[in-house]
């Protein structure tokens, strides 16, 4: 969706109008920026409420059964957190992409590469490290809530970044040009 938002504009020959209408530069940003983050926060949400669901009705003893509350939390605030990232890194991509095609593959590849890193990670660790497989085993076994707090501050720190950098970016007169 992110992707598509000022890609889409430029394609469709409808970013000039939008660019013209006396909508402050910050109000035109948010608004694109916002609708993504909550598209895509509400749709995490929706399964995660889904899947307890479902998982009640598959184990069908009579009983409510629910996540953990540091569970339901973590997964609220990661996700809000991954959503703007990933917002984030759409406006930067759709603001220079030409196409909406464009700005989608390369945020598909901004997106694809780190997971595929994380994925690798613990092979190489392994294969290269004489003793990978006792980091890996530390990581693993690491307590939950510091886990949860290292990747809480590492989103939010990666997206304080980004945000600047789009506040940065976004000047209606380099859109126009």
């Known amino acids: 969706v992110i992707g598509e938002s000022f890609a889409g504009e430029r394609e469709r020959h409808t970013l000039q109008t939008l660019l013209a209408s006396r909508l402050p530069d910050r109000a035109i940003l948010f608004g694109k920026l916002g609708s993504a983050i909550a598209y895509g926060w509400g749709m995490t949400l929706c399964v995660l409420a889904l899947s307890a669901i479902s998982a009640n009705i598959a184990i069908g003893d009579g009983q409510v059964h629910f996540y953990p509350p540091i569970l339901v939390l973590a997964n609220v605030i990661i996700s809000l957190l991954v959503a703007v990232l990933v917002g984030l890194m759409g406006v930067l991509v759709s603001l220079r992409a030409r196409t909406v095609q464009e700005a989608q593959q390369m945020l598909f590849a901004a997106i694809l590469i780190p997971g595929l890193v994380i994925q690798v990670l613990p092979i190489l660790l ?8 006792d980091v ?10 510091h886990v949860i707090a290292v990747i809480i501050g590492f989103c939010s720190v990666v997206s304080l970044g980004l945000f600047l950098i789009v506040l940065a ?6 859109l126009t040009l």
């Open 169 to 174: 970016r976004f000047q209606r007169a380099r």
């Open 136 to 145: 890996i085993r530390q990581i693993l076994e690491a307590d939950f809530n």
């Open 126 to 133: 392994t294969s290269l490290m004489p003793n990978g497989k």
